[in-house]
């Protein structure tokens, strides 16, 4: 097992999202709407997560959602009734906004999966192995927003084509009591936006910690993850981790993590929602006024 060198590197042409999930954090709102559907002001997650692989070149994404979430995948696909009645009333604009937005199949190949089961992030991957295209894949976790220019998997792409590794995480620096929530890198050394790693511990305690590198969900890896994910044992919390299986790999494989430059939100809890919505609504203008008067009370508050 050996990572393609970084000088015959074929693109990276498969993103898989996890999806399955079932969002208990944002009870009630997600009893009958997926969390990944839930909108920064007027734009689902998962949207940013489509945007940000197509902007990366992505060819073929591939959903590991659950059978009662089927509305992702009304969300993902094109509706040509809905586009045809507002065609109908006059209202192209909307359309077109919709078609943008919308994954069209003859550029876009769609594929949704099944994950019956809340096995873990790694049994989600293995899920989706049958569906990739040839070459390394690439992961992202719509929970995971990461607004700003170039797109995170764009600039990690890039990144990963001229790096060895095998396999690639994007990372942030945490304080020591966030380290039980995320995979910690055990970073090696750093050259630009690259830590070179030896492995990766998936929610150590503080102590137990070997940085304070924590991987967010964005992942470059090397093809070869599927082999290991097939022998994966239950980790962290019972369940099959990805990063157990990226760090079984990095030996062999390299292992490095990426510091990429735009801003990370957690939309997985509600305090990472709120500061999404108050950043993408302060990059528009039109709400420019609602946060001005807004802020006086938010900080008297305080
Ligand atoms: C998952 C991964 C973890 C990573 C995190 C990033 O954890 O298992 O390694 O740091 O995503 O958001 P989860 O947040 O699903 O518990």
Do not use: W
């Amino acid at each position: 097992m050996t990572a393609q060198s970084s000088s015959h590197r074929k693109p990276v042409r498969t993103a898989i999202f996890p999806v399955a999930g079932l969002g208990t954090r944002f009870l009630p709102a997600t009893k009958a709407t997926p969390k990944e559907l839930l909108p920064v002001l007027d734009r689902p997650l998962i949207q940013f997560a489509i945007d940000e692989a197509r902007a990366a070149g992505i060819e073929r994404m591939v959903f590991v959602s659950h059978p009662s979430k089927s509305a992702i995948e009304h969300y993902v696909l094109e509706d040509p009734e809905l586009e045809k009645t507002l065609r109908e009333k006059g209202k192209d604009k909307m359309a077109d906004r919709l078609c943008d937005n919308a994954l069209d199949p003859e550029k876009v190949e769609v594929r949704f999966v099944m994950q019956d089961e809340p096995l873990g992030l790694g049994h989600a991957v293995l899920c989706a192995a049958d569906e990739v295209l040839d070459g390394a894949v690439a992961v992202i976790l719509p929970d995971d927003l990461i607004l700003g220019e170039p797109g995170c998997l764009s600039e990690m792409i890039e990144a990963y084509q001229g790096a060895d590794d095998g396999h690639m995480v994007a990372t942030m620096q945490v304080d020591d009591q966030a380290v039980q929530s995320y995979g910690i890198l055990s970073v090696t050394g750093r050259d630009g936006q690259v830590l070179k790693a030896d492995g990766m511990v998936e929610k150590p305690a503080p102590e137990e910690a070997p940085s304070r590198q924590a991987v967010v969900g964005r992942y470059v890896l090397d093809g070869s993850i599927f082999e290991v994910l097939k022998t994966q044992e239950p980790g962290a919390g019972g369940e099959i981790q990805l990063t157990d299986a990226i760090a079984r790999g990095s030996k062999e494989l390299g292992l490095c993590g990426f510091r990429f430059t735009g801003t990370r939100f957690d939309c997985g809890s509600k305090e990472g929602m709120l500061s999404a919505i108050l950043a993408y609504a302060g990059d528009r203008p039109e709400f420019q006024g609602v946060l001005d008067s807004a802020t006086p009370t938010v900080l008297a508050a305080e």
